[in-house]
């Protein structure tokens, strides 16, 4: 048994367990430290998993695959999970909460989160996603002297319980026709039950995987958790569940679905995409309505998992790899956003988006920032959201489903309303007479630097990205 | 009718009887021992498939280790008597906010299922029923399930962390 290949895990487990010990160590005016700790863990931890193997080579007895795709996801989450780390530090304080158990539970939840995307069978891919579930209930419910926040964790915690629970369910019911854990191994099995005609049981426990990360990634119909789980929640945990939740439900699904289910006959990608146009639509449609930023957002994430899944539902190596890279170029912007929204909250502006008034006046900067991670989303050339848009709908005209490809031309259509309704806000609208002056601190400073630079850096170079997804999503059968 | 037969209907009933009162008992502590009594019922199924180390499990973590910690949070909480804010099921079907739904939903659920495994021909397994299966569980366990055994004992610390977060009172630092 050699656990040697799993060390970014156990760093990154052992760092968050060091975090509580430190928590009694280090004096409470020190505690900012503790966000060095838990960053220069997660740089290890990231270092750990560059060195690891890629070849595809099993290990644990089977359990994780080392392919070029565990390697992007591990990288992707952790780097989620640096930028959550780098922006909770002033926030988390700022509300009197306690820094340590904060950060030890995104270390504990991202752990989880890779653990899941190197599973090559779905006993330790389970383990993983309810090791990430777990961590993120309570990070949602964390400021429990908001009720909204209490309301958030209860929320996300039902809805989480439940989604397991189908999903288990339907896990179960694969094993009982296939008698296997191993992803290879139930492929093959149900290949072979499909032609002796006995997947009546095997569709139901597919479906039920399927609906199970559906509520976990939050596709419509099952997304209605999300707005409420967003507004709550700590504004980095609002990013950490849109980023690395999200994307670990993502990759559960290529690891499950494209995987496990690719060799079946039959249309279920077909299905898949129109689960696809349904989520951005019903996303994008709603998010029209909104009045608080961050609810807008979270409606705008449901939208942008629509976008995702349309390149699982094409299946082809194309489309996955679009998938990879719109997941890249989503942390980016997606993380950026709830960053800007952090530090005007840590500055005591509320979360409407009238509250965003003449903010081009206020903070030329972050209003700047807020405008160029909005088109980022929207989707305007030279910014991230648009080369993944554009991977995503020619993988969908070459995979055969253009219909696809105009769905997300149209949602995109639709999506500028509320985009254009923030940027007119920030910038067109009068100054409010007691507006304060909006200070930053050093980490929200890193962090909006890095994905400003990760979001232009994508629209502009995609070369190198494109070339890792593409890597990534060669030979994951 | 062999015995054998006799026995599992015997103890399904009992369980199913158990699980039902689960629900629908008034006082909370009832509800408690009712599934003390469910747990039993499963572990005594475990024995009947010959999985004497699953029921010897089930027995001392679910009967034991599980209702003790439930009978902690009832002494614990101030709630002891669910008494009139539980309604009789049969009120609510008759709810204006669709109260059948649930009822319709299960039964479709069980109905389905039900037709779906009758349909399906199961695997069986080639080899018999071992007669001490203690080891067929602990050595998968320990060398090709330790990475998902380890990874559940880091989740079951952040659940205790977790806990503590969101129940520790301020005072206390």
Redesign the interface.
Known sequence: ?NFGT?WPEIIL?AV??AL?LLDVIVPKQRQRALGLVAVLGMVGSGVAAAFEPRNGALA?????ILDPLSLFFRLLFLAGALLVTLFSVDYIRGKGR?LA?FL??VC??T??AM?LAISW?V??LF??L??LS??A??LA??L?DEPKSNEA?LKYFLNGALASSVLLFGLSLVY????QTGIPEIAKALVTAQTQG?S??AL?GLGMVLVGLGFKIAAVPFHLWAPDAYEGSPTPIAGFLSVVAEGAGIAAIIRLVSVAMGPLEGSWGVWLGALSILTMTVGNVTALWQKNIKRMLAYSSVAQVGYILAGLAVGTTAGIGAVLFYLAAYLFMTMGAFTVIASLSSAGQGNEISDYAGLGVRSPILAVLLTIFMASLLGIPATAGFMGKLSLIGAAVHGGMAWLAVGIAVNSAISVAYYWLVARTMWLDPVPEKAEPIRRSAELGAALVVTTVGTLFLGILPQVVFFFANWASVGIR | MTSTLVIFIVLSLLTLYAAYRVATAHLITHAALFLAGTFAGVAALFFMLQADFLAAVQLLLYAGAVMAVVVFAIMLSQMREAGDHVPRWVDALRSPFFGFLPLISSVALFVILLISYLDTPWPSSATAAAVNSTRYVAVPLFQSYALPFEVASVLLLAALIGAIVLTRREDDR
């Open positions: 048994m799993v487990a968050g367990m509580i644990l007895g089977g359990m994780i306690d158990e030890a539970l504990f939840a752990t989880g653990i069978n006993v330790s383990v993983g309810e090791l777990i961590s209930y309570v419910g964390f429990r964790g009982g026709v296939t008698g006995y009546t049981v139901m």
